[in-house]
């Protein structure tokens, strides 16, 4: 999530979601502490992308694992750590170094980024990704029919932005995205 407000975010949580990817790149180390501190006070298993202040000491501190950037070209030292992709290629180097999974975007047209040209993913891609790589998440234009094949189709599993805060109603959207999921989801 982007944006500075905890309350949406605590509220996604308690509608049912557990794992949380926090990318606040314009808050200050203290106030991240503050945001993890409520975040897995609430339940919520928290990944800190490391374009978020002090990420890197605070998962240290905390025990928790680091998400790094498509152009993130090694692991963080000792940190367990996921990472975002938008090739084979490029996730196979991540899994190389130790990933514990990866997203693959953009899986369909990103609803938060609906200008992007990029080719996407689909549902065959995506599976195939998943067989020869490891643990996928699909990122972008995730809908609940979307993450149902995807999870139909053996990806592990489905990680959502824009089609959860762009929708209507958010918590309705967390809800049946969970439900779409399945188990281990």
Do not use: Y
């Amino acid at each position: 999530m982007s944006g500075g407000e905890l309350d949406p975010l605590l509220a996604v949580i308690a509608a049912g979601a557990r794992d949380v990817l926090l990318r606040e790149p314009d808050l200050s180390p203290s106030a991240v502490e503050v945001w993890l501190s409520a975040l897995q006070s609430a339940g919520a298993r928290v990944r800190l992308h490391t374009k978020t202040a002090g990420a890197e000491a605070l998962a240290r501190r905390h025990g928790i694992a680091v998400h790094l950037a498509s152009t993130a070209e090694a692991a963080t030292q000792g940190l367990r750590f996921s990472q975002s992709c938008h090739s084979v290629a490029q996730a196979r180097g991540a899994f190389e170094r130790g990933a514990e999974f990866v997203f693959l975007s953009p899986a369909f047209q990103p609803h938060s980024k609906p200008e992007d040209e990029r080719e996407t993913w689909g549902v065959e891609r995506l599976a195939k990704a998943q067989k020869e790589l490891g643990p996928v998440l699909a990122l972008g234009g995730i809908t609940p029919d979307r993450a149902r094949a995807l999870r139909a189709a053996g990806v592990h599993g489905v990680a959502v932005l824009g089609g959860v805060w762009r929708a209507p109603d958010p918590l309705a959207r967390v809800q049946a995205l969970l439900e779409a999921a399945g188990p281990n989801r």
